[in-house]
């Protein structure tokens, strides 16, 4: 860069003189590329803004994934290798769930297990969240308690229905007990997972402006170990789920409301395969609707925020 320099009577000072603007030399009076680097520009636009609209794919296609199911369904009945009492074809069990929707069960059963399930998983991320934090914060706990925690996880909750009849009857509290069982360790996992991939700026930046430790977890490690909380939120539901369902078909009678799993019992002991198809259907289409309706919202806009979603194939 030119410069000259001005005597004063103290001392000498350079003076720049000013030089022509830089641009790019690969793109200086090309305009061939101006225009491509344009229209790239203008296609990242429209594809940002398309994803502001309904995205068909996303819909149509798990309903044709199970359209296509049902008529390989349909097709293995007709072949007639097995009895219809024994494998009952799509219409047939179309023809249970209305005369059990008539009678009022479809509405009972799902609004009991539902009931259930949600109550129940409440209570274990109330439970294992501050057990979490604590855990992933103080390391001889988390050597003391982890491989514990981690063979309960390991557990079938199903082990713990005969231990939770003879210790609470049958009850709904036996069915409560189980389904925490089965969560419980699951969120804690995923909780601790997630603290586990914090980087450790965070913890500095806190120390820095002050935090103590209450603040520190609450307001610094929790927020940013939010994917793997959520990872295991849902898998603390699905552990939940399964428990629940367990449950309700093993301990049957006393004071237990009448839900999903005495539903598919019931339809095992009259040798129904009708109502035992009925209450699978069921039991699959509560799951999968509490992941559309409340986890996949949730995670998607998490991972949209921290601009994590590009690429993605959510």
Do not use: C
Not at 152 to 162: C, G, M, N, R, T
């Amino acid at each position: 860069m030119p410069s000259k320099t001005t005597t004063t009577d103290e001392r000498t000072v350079p003076v720049t003189e000013p030089t022509e603007r830089i641009t790019s030399p690969s793109l200086k009076g090309n305009t061939s590329e101006l225009r491509d680097l344009e229209a790239g520009l203008d296609n990242l636009q429209s594809d940002a803004g398309r994803k502001h609209g309904i995205e068909w794919k996303r819909i149509l296609l798990p309903v044709a994934a199970l359209v296509v199911l049902i008529l390989v369904w349909q097709f293995y009945v007709s072949l007639g290798l097995k009895r219809r009492d024994q494998v009952p074809g799509p219409l047939d069990v179309l023809s249970q769930l209305s005369a059990l929707w008539g009678e009022g069960k479809v509405q009972e059963t799902v609004w009991t297990s539902l009931q259930r399930g949600l109550i129940g998983f409440l209570i274990s991320v109330v439970v294992a969240t501050p057990v979490g934090l604590l855990l992933a914060q103080v390391a001889p706990l988390r050597r003391a308690f982890g491989p514990l925690i981690s063979g309960l996880q390991v557990l079938p909750s199903v082990a713990w229905v005969p231990a939770a009849i003879i210790w609470f009857g049958l009850t709904d509290a036996t069915v409560y007990f189980v389904v925490l069982m089965g969560a419980i360790p699951s969120i804690i996992n995923g909780l601790i997972s997630g603290v586990d991939q914090i980087p450790p700026q965070y913890r500095s930046v806190g120390k820095v402006l002050g935090a103590n430790r209450f603040q520190m977890a609450l307001q610094i490690v929790l927020p940013a170990a939010l994917p793997g909380y959520i990872g295991g939120l849902k898998q603390g539901w699905a552990f939940s789920w399964r428990s629940l369902m367990a449950a309700e078909i093993i301990a049957v009678g006393g004071t237990i409301g009448f839900g999903l799993g005495s539903l598919l019992d019931q339809g095992r002991s009259l040798s129904d395969m009708g109502v035992v198809m009925a209450a699978i259907l069921l039991i699959l289409a509560v799951g999968i609707l509490i992941e559309l309706i409340v986890f996949g919202p949730i995670e998607k806009r998490l991972l949209q925020r921290r601009g994590l979603l590009a690429g993605s194939s959510r």
